[in-house]
Each structure stands twice: as structure tokens, then as C-alpha cells.
């Protein structure tokens, strides 16, 4: 089965820096797909980024970037020039891609906080 | 585009009656929905998925009898927690795929307390 490790429970970074949230995952396949999703107090999870595992490329939307390991099973997210409405729960996710309609799995998240 | 919709946002009820909880795909058909709960504090865990036009698939230790889902539509799947015992409150959120991508979009949740 898979698993999804975040390490972090919280990270803290002053508005305007850049912060890296990690993530690390176990599984056995080679086809899937890695997300990053917020979650800020309403509790609506958005989707912030998404990775192919078969696209070597580290995906980037904006200010948030990824930096895909696959070997190391690794998926960390980049947030630049940090804003105050980034401050949310992070949560890294899998999902395999092999065939069939597959639930996300989840790590615990990363609490983030935005100091101004 | 990809809206998720619940309803309701939030539900109170007392122990012992039955909660149905909708979920509607507002501008893409979805033949595959999925359930999640969350516990404060916690991340989100599978609880079902459900099938347009065929029976729900169940996680390991979710019971199928307390948690009905039942998928008429492909726009629309309700969750029905027959029986509610303080113990089932939490916080509900199903997401959707449309047929074009793998990326899951969620609905707003619904949370539910159980006196």
C-alpha cells in the first residue's frame, strides 16, 4: 500500500520569503500522480499544483513549484515570495494512475504560517 | 470551470436518526465520485468510492450498512449515515473527476455533529 510522509506538522516564514514544505511517498508503481492541495480555515481543499510521475519537468503554476525526485521518492513544494493568503494547511497527496477510478491518499499536512 | 458542490454545509441531528449529504458536479458529468472524512486536526482518509450506476467500494473498515452511498446520477451522489452516534461526527467532503484529467475537485464539505 501507499503511504504519504509530511514531516513537517508546521512551518512559519516571514511574507515576501520562500519556503519549501516536504514531502516524501512509498510506493511501489510507476505511473501515478503527485498533488499538492490548501486547505485555509474554510476548510475548501484547492488544488495547488499537480505532477505527472512519467513527465521528468518539475511542475510550476505561479509562485509554487515542485521539486519531483522520483528515485528518492520525494515531491517537496517551493512557495515564493510568500503572501499572507498562503497561510493554510498543506497537504501532499498520491494518486495511482495504473487503471480504474483510485481515492487520493494523504499525508498528515503542514500547518503554514505567515508572518508579516 | 470544475465546481463541487454540498450540501448541506453543516447538518445537527440527534443520536440515533439517519443524515443524507449531497454531492452535485455543477458544470462536468463525473462517473466516479469519492467520499473523505476529517477529524480536527487530521488529514483526510477515504471512506468510499462511488460508482455512477453501480455499487460503492468501501475502505478497510468503513461499514457499507452505516455509510450508504448510492450514486443516481452522474452529477449527483449522496451520502447517508443511517443511525448517527456522536462518534460518526466529522467533517464530510467528496470530490469529483471529470472525464478529462485525473485531478480530484472538491466539494466544500459538510460538517456534521451528532448530539
Known amino acids: 500500500a501507499q503511504t504519504v510522509t509530511q514531516s513537517q506538522p508546521e512551518m512559519s516564514v516571514q511574507e515576501a520569503e520562500t519556503v519549501t514544505l516536504s514531502c516524501t511517498y512509498d510506493?511501489?508503481?510507476?505511473?501515478?500522480?503527485l498533488f499538492w492541495y490548501k486547505q485555509p480555515p474554510s476548510r475548501q481543499m484547492i488544488l495547488v499544483i499537480r505532477q505527472e510521475a512519467y513527465k521528468q519537468q518539475n511542475a510550476t503554476e505561479n509562485r509554487f513549484s515542485v521539486n519531483f525526485q522520483k528515485a528518492a521518492k520525494s515531491f517537496s513544494l517551493k512557495i515564493s515570495d510568500s503572501q499572507l493568503g498562503d497561510a493554510a494547511m498543506y497537504f501532499c497527496?498520491?494518486?495511482?494512475?495504473?487503471?480504474?477510478?483510485?481515492?487520493?491518499?494523504f499525508g498528515k499536512g503542514t500547518h503554514l504560517i505567515i508572518q508579516p | 470551470g470544475a465546481v463541487v458542490s454540498q450540501h448541506p454545509s453543516w447538518v445537527i441531528c440527534k443520536s440515533g436518526t439517519s443524515v443524507k449529504i449531497e454531492c452535485r458536479s455543477l458544470?462536468?458529468?463525473?462517473?466516479?465520485m469519492f467520499w473523505y472524512r476529517q477529524f480536527p486536526k487530521q488529514s483526510l482518509m477515504l471512506m468510499a468510492t462511488s460508482n455512477e450506476g453501480s455499487k460503492a467500494t468501501y475502505e478497510q473498515g468503513v461499514e457499507k450498512d452505516k455509510f450508504l452511498i448510492n450514486h443516481a446520477s452522474l452529477t449527483l451522489s449522496t451520502l447517508t449515515v443511517t443511525s448517527a452516534h456522536p462518534e460518526d461526527s466529522s467533517f464530510y467532503i467528496c470530490?469529483?473527476?471529470?472525464?478529462?484529467?485525473?485531478?480530484?475537485?472538491f466539494g466544500p464539505g459538510t460538517r456534521l455533529t451528532v448530539l
Open positions: 470530490s469529483a473527476t471529470p472525464a478529462t484529467t485525473d485531478t480530484q475537485y
Open positions: 458544470d462536468f458529468q463525473a462517473t466516479t
Open positions: 510506493t511501489s508503481e510507476s505511473d501515478y500522480y
Open positions: 497527496a498520491y494518486l495511482y494512475s495504473g487503471g480504474g477510478a483510485d481515492g487520493l491518499t
